[in-house]
């Protein structure tokens, strides 16, 4: 029987070529769709571990720590905390270079001459207070060459303001212009002159005049009285040498709690159920020791002032040994005969 060769046609051969033209390609998407697969399982694998372990984490947290973020966390976070911190520190350094020879320096500095004097006075005015200022020199207030002889027995009077709102403006320069010609002011440079910040002003001055002057006693006075101001230096003269002198014409009175009516203190509620003031003196002529006004001045920064200077001072002295001295003769409202002071 005779052989034959099988013959494959064209078609045939093209029929049975394209499998092995597929194969490659198919095997390469099968590998990498493989690799893909396991590649987003393991990530959804680790998404899966991280979120199981922060859900661990929170709830630990939520059950250590308060749910919500306190004003002391947000300081915290604001840098707020330490800047307050700082702030403390600072105070608490001035206080001590106070306390160890800081005013003797500011003396020396302010051109003192080392003198100590008897008496620095200082009278209140306000922006609007020129007239009162113009009286006050042609009566019982010396000026021009009678204040400097006066500050030569070692009494220093001086009238007391604050600076405007709106520093270098209209106000402050008409009063630096009559400080030139009189020499007779002493400028609070960092006390606002304002009705509503009276308080503040006398917590001011008294840290001012003794950083100023090396005296005795400093005297605050209104500018709604007169003096008699030989029989003001006799009674300091006869006070000489006393520390810790509290003195004025001592009163207490009942607590004004009603806004609106005059007297008025926001802070009523500090003064117990009785609503009734401590005993301080007037605030019209209002006199103290060095010791006294220069624990004013180092404790400046932390002395609550309330509503009135009068009553703020006498909370003052309730902090500190002061000797309450109720001089009849300082109650300028009185009728009495031998009194250094009457209304004006």
Aim: glycine share 6%; net charge positive.
């Amino acid at each position: 029987m005779e052989n034959s060769i099988p013959v494959s046609t064209k078609s045939e051969r093209r029929w049975r070529s394209k499998p092995l033209q597929t194969s490659k390609p198919s095997l390469v998407l099968a590998f990498f769709s493989c690799f893909a697969w396991l590649y987003v399982a393991g990530r959804l694998w680790q998404d899966a571990e991280n979120r199981t372990l922060l859900s661990n984490l929170l709830k630990r947290n939520t059950a250590q720590g308060p749910k919500f973020l306190t004003v002391e966390d947000k300081l915290v976070v604001l840098g707020c905390k330490d800047l307050e911190r700082r702030i403390v520190e600072a105070e608490m350094e001035l206080t001590l270079a106070k306390s160890q020879g800081y005013l003797k320096n500011r003396l020396s500095e302010n051109g003192s001459s080392g003198k100590k004097m008897l008496a620095v006075i200082g009278v209140y005015t306000g922006f609007g207070s020129h007239l009162k200022r113009k009286v006050f020199r042609g009566s019982w207030m010396p000026r021009g060459d009678a204040l400097k002889k006066l500050e030569e027995r070692g009494v220093v009077i001086r009238f007391v303001i604050g600076r405007s709102a709106n520093r270098g403006d209209s106000l402050d320069r008409n009063i630096d212009s009559e400080n030139r010609s009189t020499k007779d002011f002493l400028i609070l440079e960092g006390h606002e002159e304002a009705q509503e910040e009276l308080p503040k002003k006398v917590k001011s001055f008294y840290s001012t005049a003794v950083q100023t002057w090396d005296a005795e006693f400093y005297v605050k006075v209104d500018d709604n009285i007169n003096l008699d101001l030989e029989g003001l230096i006799e009674l300091l003269e006869r006070r000489r040498s006393q520390d810790s002198a509290y003195i004025g014409c001592m009163k207490s009175g009942e607590v004004v709690t009603e806004e609106g009516k005059p007297w008025y203190e926001p802070d009523w509620w500090k003064f117990g159920d009785e609503k009734s003031y401590f005993r301080h003196a007037s605030g019209s002529l209002l006199i103290l020791s060095k010791n006294i006004a220069r624990y004013i001045d180092i404790n400046s920064a932390s002395l609550k002032s309330y509503a009135h200077d009068d009553t703020s001072v006498g909370s003052w002295m309730m902090g500190v040994q002061a000797t309450y001295i109720d001089d009849n003769r300082l109650c300028c409202s009185s009728i009495k005969q031998d009194k250094v002071c009457s209304l004006a």
